[in-house]
């Protein structure tokens, strides 16, 4: 019957043509198997294509595959590759039981199937042969999905097998970056470097019969859409690492990441709180006055599905009903695809069994409207559902069937508002077929009669033929705002971000939130950010980021689309770097002539923007990471020429200025691998970034340098000289910017450079040792460096750098504590500089041995040398010496204890620095300024100089002036009790030093940091503990160690076996430490510990083990509190004399300290006592005492608690109103102190029935 053909056409797989027929070509084959596709989006989308397949196999009767033109450059390039290996198995079965016509015949079916599929979506089949095949994703256009794409070609793959057959598939994908180019070979269009295709095939044989094997960011990227298993005892290993695949079963039903997110795993959402509150609004419209048509347009990853995402939440909370359709990227072969979608969810038919689809179609849609009964047939057509009852009209063909289709789901979405508001979600607008566009025009023109919101999304227009809709209300999606996107990457890194980086990440996504996200799970997965104590720091390097394959696939999308004029343009310019001018562009593109027309289509395309107009154009790329992409995609070999000719079109451009073009010409040279002028203009390029203060800059550029320098064509000897001077620059700038573990290793470096016996160099490296240890700590170490570098100076009679050795030993000793010998070595110095009229070095030698004196006491030495260099420095006009002895008498007065002179003092040095803008040396003044303005009590003036003081060392570029600055800043704050004020400047503190490397002054900042955040309640107070105690084991601290371990078991209370060990690590550190105090209060915090668990008998005995320990000490602090605790444990136990003897013990220790508080604790002791043993008149006394101890100290707190005791015991001893007295003062406190169990105990206690059985 017709139905029945109708049911075959719709559902039955077609037995396929070369089954049918014998020695049809494979195109033949391929083409009618594609007509007769049951999924639209797999078949023809109009008879057009269909001829032109046609056409095509008349002209040439061997293809069988629709004409690609490659679109890569001819040269090749590199791009984001997604590998299709398909192990082909069984051909060598069929040799043996088909003819050889026959099995060629096979072969080329099977190739012209798997053809056909990978090109329907979108790939390549670039290698093919009986045992394996090879499919290519990415090329010659790039599509967002691309791995999505080829593993829905792999299912397709398996799921077009035939059972039984004795040809069997087993497949496997990987991507990577590799170098690509066309080929003139038709059986292998493109050529790949690297191991891409090879591994994948690897893969491909492990797999079992119709396995389809994933693995590595692949795995990652298409795992929501996906379900897999793992492959249990596979590891396969490439250069990137070794993975355990996973096997692909099928699709999911998700549509979008977004879909597949868990409750609670989405980033928060910020930045759109206006948008959505737009759409809310439209919403409320819609219900009160009539639908409307939203648009929402944006570029990719800026958060159009994000900001729906939270619109449909609230739609769900608010009971209103919604649909959603989403347009596919290749939608234009299926008409009406999102409208379908919304029908299909309007219906309700996803759990509707097959069988009664057709009825349930029916009753549904008469559900939404008695009136939408004419369009029965239409809607169960473009459901491709078949029905005799209901076909459609005969009459209806080509374009009145359009109409009529677009008629019908235009009065499913206006006709079914009617009864409940409706919302309309169509995404991705800019991927829509002509028919939607028909029905959307259609349903804009009929919305404002009908309760119908629409919502459409999109991407900006990029030609002139799919422009976004434009709805009454439009709303453009920009970047996000600074403060919005540090949110986002706060929330994926887990941690606050220093500002630099902030910034960095920012500049280099463009605010774009999806960009961000990537980018910032990439940086964390690679370790190039790691977080500690709830700070995130740069732990890799910054220059190169990795940039992530998701990311890359949207870019180079839009790369894609570019003619290839205007890409190789863009590819030019990429070279150039984010900002570019006309006139040295035009001097490296191929045609000049044509480059106007290539600039305006790349701003057309949103790409790139024009910055200025004179005196020549100049242009920037939008976004940094299109520029990173851009440079990726070219080939070693094309970076190395394009570069040696941007730097020699800069050397002609800019001839007369080379100095001020430097640092662009070394970086131009350096990657064309031109290694002399590399590292001629790298050298000057580090000189010039040191003049103007840029020391990162120059370091940078010092260390590139050094590489260049290892590829020039020179003799060994000359290049290692080369290497020592670029050295020896670098030593010094790092020390200034205070990177003491890089400094250390440029010092190593030098040393390995200029072994034993190479002369006075090494001698100068080795004072730079010195020097460095000294800072460091290492006093021992610095001496040894020393030594041998004045043996060495001694040796070739080499005496300037014998004083520099002698200068540094007195730094030494003076650092050291060994004042005597600083003296000496210093006095020395200054005899030195007096017999060879050294004056210029004459004044701060006077310096340095003047604050040895001072650290003596010997005040009239010390006042005498400050004069005598200051007056130096007055003869010799020399500002920075007049600073320095400035600096000297402000110090020299602090110590004498004469502050009012100190501040002058300070002040001149300040006025000094600012003059001849010395910013260092102005922040280490207005620090010493802001100390003694805290010390004269003039507070706010203090902070305002602190304030000053961290903003000019912000300015200075010193990481270790500003972390100094900030430290200091904070010791002042908590000196005042403001922790809560101080935490932010030792968070600042500890974020720059991270970078820095491993010190003395990291740890120093992190436990600052720690203390400010326990004393001011904060719970991440613990892991700052745990941060600090990490680096001072790092740093073989072992007294920070375990001052650290001590504060963490503090604030660890509620995890037990965190305490345990705790615990036992520090108990372990204060015994091999022979610390018998830090034993006595970790045995105290142990019996503490375990009297809480209800272990009496082991709490006893840590006390009695803690007091023992603390009576060999002389003063033996702590033992009062010791003993109390001790005490009330051996009450509870019953143990009443043991208790008696050491609370008495107790309260005379407490009593001679004069430590109130303690004594209290006594009293309240001794009166539980005296309860337990039912002397209530003694233990009345006994609170008395406490209670008036308490007041003395004033413990409020414990005042109350006294009362309540006091009450409690005019209770039991028949004075009620006593008792209620005592209880109502007592609960006035708890209120007052907001002490919540102090308020419980007392309203407990006033109730009669708890009254009667209290104890």
């Given at each position: 019957s017709d139905q029945a053909i109708i049911h075959s056409i719709l559902n039955t797989v077609p037995t396929p043509a070369s089954d049918l027929t014998e020695g049809l070509s494979p195109g033949v084959v391929a083409t009618l198997d594609r007509a007769l596709q049951k999924e639209p989006a797999r078949r023809y989308p109009d008879a057009s294509a269909m001829l032109a397949d046609l056409e095509q196999l008349i002209a040439d009767p061997e293809s069988f595959s629709r004409a690609v033109v490659p679109s890569l450059p001819v040269e090749g390039e590199r791009r984001l590759m997604t590998a299709l290996a398909c192990t082909i198995t069984g051909f060598g079965t069929l040799l043996e039981s088909l003819e050889p016509d026959a099995v060629d015949q096979r072969l080329a079916t099977l190739r012209a199937r798997l053809q056909r599929t990978v090109e329907d979506y979108g790939g390549v089949l670039n290698d093919f042969s009986e045992d394996r095949a090879i499919a290519l994703f990415g090329v010659p256009v790039a599509h967002e999905d691309d791995t999505l794409r080829a593993v829905r070609a792999a299912l397709e793959i398996r799921k077009g097998g035939r059972s039984g057959d004795a040809v069997g598939i087993r497949s496997a994908l990987l991507s990577s970056q590799v170098a690509i180019r066309p080929t003139d070979e038709p059986e292998r269009p493109y050529r790949l470097g690297g191991s891409l295709a090879r591994d994948a095939a690897r893969l491909a044989a492990r797999g079992e019969q119709g396995d389809i094997l994933i693995a590595g960011e692949l795995a990652r990227a298409v795992m929501p859409f996906v379900e897999?298993?793992?492959?249990?005892?596979?590891?396969?290993?490439?250069?990137?690492?070794?993975?355990?695949?996973?096997?692909?079963?099928?699709?999911?039903?998700?549509?979008?990441?977004?879909?597949?997110?868990?409750?609670?795993?989405?980033?928060?959402?910020?930045?759109?709180?206006?948008?959505?509150?737009?759409?809310?609004?439209?919403?409320?419209?819609?219900?009160?006055?009539?639908?409307?048509?939203?648009?929402?347009?944006?570029?990719?990853?800026?958060?159009?599905?994000?900001?729906?995402?939270?619109?449909?939440?609230?739609?769900?909370?608010?009971?209103?009903?919604?649909?959603?359709?989403?347009?596919?990227?290749?939608?234009?072969?299926?008409?009406?695809?999102?409208?379908?979608?919304?029908?299909?969810?309007?219906?309700?038919?996803?759990?509707?069994p097959q069988a009664q689809l057709g009825d349930q179609v029916i009753s549904r849609t008469l559900g939404l409207s008695s009136e939408l009964g004419i369009y029965a047939p239409l809607i169960l057509h473009l459901l491709s559902i078949e029905s005799e009852r209901h076909p459609v009209p005969d009459y209806l063909v080509g374009d009145d069937l359009r109409a009529a289709l677009a008629e019908a789901l235009v009065s499913v979405f206006t006709l079914g508002s009617r009864g409940q508001p409706l919302v309309l979600l169509l995404e991705d607008w800019h991927w829509a077929d002509s028919g939607s566009d028909d029905v959307l025009a259609l349903l804009t023109e009929m919305i404002s009669a009908y309760p119908l919101l629409v919502v459409v999304t999109s991407r900006p227009a990029t030609d002139e033929d799919r422009v976004p809709p434009a709805g009454q209300l439009h709303l453009d999606l920009a970047p996000l705002e600074p403060e919005s996107a540090v949110a986002v990457m706060q929330a994926i890194i887990g941690a606050r971000l220093p500002v630099d980086l902030a910034a960095r990440i920012t500049e280099k996504t463009g605010g774009n939130p999806f960009f961000i996200e990537e980018l910032c799970r990439t940086l964390v997965e690679e370790g190039t950010i790691a977080a500690a104590g709830g700070e995130a720091f740069v732990k890799g390097s910054l220059d190169r980021l990795t940039i992530p394959d998701t990311v890359q696939a949207v870019l180079k999308t839009r790369l894609d689309r570019l003619d290839p004029e205007a890409r190789e343009v863009l590819r030019s310019a990429s070279v150039i770097g984010r900002a570019f001018g006309h006139a040295l562009l035009a001097r490296v593109v191929p045609s000049a002539s044509r480059l106007p027309t290539a600039l305006d289509a790349l701003r057309a395309s949103g790409l790139i923007q024009r910055t200025g107009l004179v005196p020549e154009a100049t242009y920037r790329f939008k976004h940094a990471l299109t520029l990173d992409v851009t440079y990726d995609s070219l080939l070693e070999r094309q970076r190395r020429e394009r570069n040696l000719l941007v730097g020699e079109a800069l050397e002609e451009l800019h001839a007369d200025d080379l100095d001020a073009h430097a640092a662009r010409l070394a970086r131009h040279f350096g990657a064309a691998e031109s290694w002399d002028r590399a590292v001629t203009y790298g050298r000057l390029a580090a000189q010039r970034a040191a003049a103007l203060w840029r020391l990162d800059e120059a370091v940078s550029t010092l260390e590139r340098t050094r590489a260049w320098v290892v590829h020039l064509d020179a003799p060994q000897e000359l290049r290692d000289q080369m290497l020592v001077e670029l050295l020896l620059a670098e030593e010094r700038h790092l020390e200034t910017l205070g990177r003491r573990e890089r400094q250390q290793a440029a010092i190593d470096e030098l040393l390995r450079l200029l072994p034993e016996g190479a002369g006075v160099q090494r001698a100068i490296v080795l004072v730079r040792q010195g020097e460095l240890a000294t800072l460091l700590g290492d006093y021992e170490g610095a001496r040894v460096a020393l030594d041998e570098a004045i043996t060495i100076a001694e040796t070739l009679g080499a005496e300037t750098e014998r004083i520099m050795a002698v200068r540094a030993i007195g730094h030494q000793c003076w650092r050291a504590g060994s004042y005597e010998e600083a003296i000496s070595s210093l006095t020395e110095v200054v005899e030195h500089d007096r017999a060879e009229e050294a004056s210029t070095r004459l004044p701060r030698d006077l310096v340095n041995l003047g604050r040895v004196l001072r650290e003596l006491g010997r005040w009239d030495e010390a006042l005498a040398i400050g004069h005598e260099a200051l007056a130096m420095a007055n003869d010799l006009g020399d500002p920075l010496d007049q600073i320095y002895a400035s600096n000297y008498f402000g110090h020299l007065y602090r110590a004498m204890g004469r502050p009012e002179d100190a501040l002058a003092s300070f002040e001149r040095a300040r006025i000094g620095s600012t003059e001849i803008n010395l910013p260092v040396r102005l922040t280490f003044n207005l620090l010493a300024i802001a100390a003694l303005q805290m010390d004269l009590g003039r507070i706010e003036e203090s902070w305002e100089t602190y304030e000053e003081a961290v903003e000019t060392a912000r300015r200075t570029g010193r990481a270790d002036s500003l972390a100094a600055g900030l430290s200091f800043y904070g010791d002042a704050l908590m000196a005042v009790g403001q922790p809560e004020a101080a935490i932010p400047r030792y968070e600042e503190a500890a974020t720059i030093l991270r970078p820095l490397g491993v010190d003395q002054a990291l740890a120093r900042a992190t436990g600052n940091l720690a203390r400010a955040r326990e004393q001011a309640g904060h719970d991440s107070a613990a892991d700052s503990w745990a941060e600090t105690r990490l680096l001072r084991e790092h740093l073989g601290d072992q007294q920070g160690v375990l001052e650290a371990v001590e504060h963490e078991a503090r604030l660890r209370l509620s995890d037990p076996d965190r305490l345990s060990a705790l615990h036992d690590v520090a108990l372990t550190l204060a015994t091999d430490l022979g610390d018998v105090e830090a034993e006595a209060r970790i045995r105290n915090s142990l019996a503490i510990t375990a009297w809480k668990r209800g272990e009496l008998d082991e709490a006893a005995r840590e006390y009695a083990t803690a007091a023992a320990r603390l009576r060999l000490t002389e003063e033996r602090p702590g033992l009062g509190a010791v003993l109390n605790g001790r005490g009330a444990v051996l009450t509870h136990l019953g143990r009443y004399d043991e208790a008696q003897a050491v609370l008495d013990e107790a309260r005379e220790i407490n009593e001679a300290a004069g430590d109130l508080e303690r004594g209290a604790d006594s009293f309240a002791a001794l009166g539980a006592l005296a309860r337990e043993q039912n002397d209530v008149t003694r233990a009345f006394d006994l609170y008395e005492s406490c209670l008036e101890h308490r007041r003395l100290s004033g413990d409020r707190v414990g005042e109350g608690w006294a009362l309540h005791r006091l009450a409690e015991i005019s209770t039991l001893a028949g004075a009620p109103d006593r008792a209620a007295t005592f209880s109502a003062t007592a609960r006035a406190i708890a209120r007052e102190t907001r002490h919540s169990p102090l308020e419980r105990a007392c309203a407990k206690l006033a109730s009669p029935d708890d009254a009667s059985s209290s104890t």
């Open positions: 897999t298993e793992p492959r249990a005892g596979i590891e396969f290993e490439v250069a990137s690492g070794t993975y355990e695949p996973v096997a692909v079963l099928g699709e999911t039903e998700v549509d979008s990441r977004l879909d597949a997110s868990s409750p609670g795993t989405l980033t928060r959402f910020v930045g759109r709180s206006g948008e959505l509150a737009s759409l809310v609004h439209s919403l409320e419209s819609t219900n009160t006055g009539g639908g409307r048509l939203v648009s929402i347009v944006g570029d990719a990853g800026v958060g159009k599905s994000r900001l729906l995402h939270e619109f449909r939440r609230q739609l769900a909370d608010d009971g209103v009903r919604y649909v959603q359709g989403r347009c596919q990227v290749h939608g234009s072969l299926t008409p009406f695809v999102p409208f379908i979608e919304c029908v299909k969810a309007m219906l309700g038919l996803s759990r509707v």
